[in-house]
């Protein structure tokens, strides 16, 4: 049976990364992936501006209407990008503040 894979944020007393965990006979292992917290963000923080992009694009008519000049499109593309930046900070904003949050729940001696 192949293994599970699981992501857990890196912890100092966390498992270790590429550990395997034993189950019961007839059930799959799980293997342990690890991943700093601040990967996790730039993660979604990079599908959501992707997500964006592809939203703004498809939304702009790229597909749906007679093929684009080059020069059409590169306006679009740049526009889209653009558009997309903002769900993408507004992520980057809402997972630093999630982070935080836990830290100082987790560590109340480095309270500002």
Do not use: H
């Amino acid at each position: 049976m192949e293994n599970i894979k699981v992501l857990v944020t890196a912890t100092p007393e966390g498992p270790k990364d590429k550990s395997v965990l034993k189950t019961p006979a007839g059930e799959s292992n799980i293997t342990v992936v690890t991943q700093s917290m601040w990967a996790q963000v730039a993660i979604r923080v990079l599908r959501t501006y992707l997500q964006g992009l592809v939203g703004f694009l498809v939304a702009g008519g790229v597909g749906l209407t007679a093929p684009l000049e080059i020069p059409g499109f590169y306006a679009m593309f740049l526009n889209a990008a653009s558009l997309a930046l903002a769900p993408a900070v507004i992520s980057l904003l809402q997972n630093a503040l999630e982070i935080l949050t836990k830290l100082d729940s987790s560590n109340p001696q480095i309270r500002a």
